[in-house]
């Protein structure tokens, strides 16, 4: 397996336009596409559960990224593996965004503040998904 990428790649601005894109402000989605990132505005449409972007970072070289996206929905073997690949941060990431209480100290306890913006928009987002799927109005009928 190739060198697996993690979030602590990329310089500040280049996280702040991700938490932006995940906030659904295209022009930061732009920004990322444009801007050599395409990974972090399919791991942003991943998060928003767009199977296509999960698809994308899988057949481009980003698994972990889409591992990512399942981990944060708190998929078993997703977890299991960011673990087996020693992807720790992510693992501790994911955690985080899925209200872990050691996870989301961890990030507070090494004060990284930008990370903690991006976990809780994350968990904001996954609050809304859990309301929309429970919403009778908003679900799909076959």
Same mark, same amino acid.
């Given at each position: 397996?190739?060198?697996?990428?993690?979030?602590?790649?990329?310089?500040?601005? %280049?996280?702040?336009?991700?938490?932006?894109?995940?906030?659904?402000?295209? +022009?930061?989605?732009?920004? #990322?596409?444009?801007?050599?990132?395409?990974?972090?505005?399919?791991?942003?449409?991943?998060?928003? $559960?767009d199977t296509?972007?999960? +698809?994308?970072?899988?057949?481009?070289?980003?698994?972990?990224?889409?591992?990512?996206?399942?981990?944060?929905?708190?998929?078993?073997?997703?977890?299991?593996?960011?673990?087996?690949?020693?992807?720790?941060?992510? $693992?501790?990431?994911?955690?985080?965004?899925?209200? $872990?209480?050691?996870?989301?100290?961890?990030f507070a306890?090494?004060? #990284?503040?930008?990370?903690?913006?991006?976990?809780?928009?994350?968990?904001?987002? #996954?609050?809304? +998904?859990?309301?929309?799927?429970s919403d %009778?109005?908003?679900?799909?009928?076959?």
């Amino acid at each position: 397996m190739s060198e697996l990428h993690c979030l602590t790649d990329y310089d500040a601005k %280049v996280l702040i336009a991700f938490n932006l894109s995940l906030n659904g402000e295209k +022009q930061f989605t732009d920004f #990322l596409l444009n801007n050599g990132f395409p990974e972090l505005a399919a791991l942003s449409a991943a998060i928003h $559960s767009d199977t296509a972007a999960l +698809q994308w970072l899988l057949d481009n070289g980003w698994p972990e990224f889409a591992i990512l996206s399942n981990a944060i929905d708190n998929e078993e073997h997703a977890i299991a593996w960011l673990d087996k690949y020693e992807c720790t941060f992510l $693992s501790t990431f994911a955690a985080a965004c899925r209200k $872990s209480d050691e996870a989301i100290k961890w990030f507070a306890d090494n004060d #990284l503040k930008l990370f903690i913006i991006i976990i809780r928009n994350i968990h904001q987002i #996954l609050l809304h +998904q859990a309301w929309d799927s429970s919403d %009778v109005h908003k679900r799909r009928r076959s």
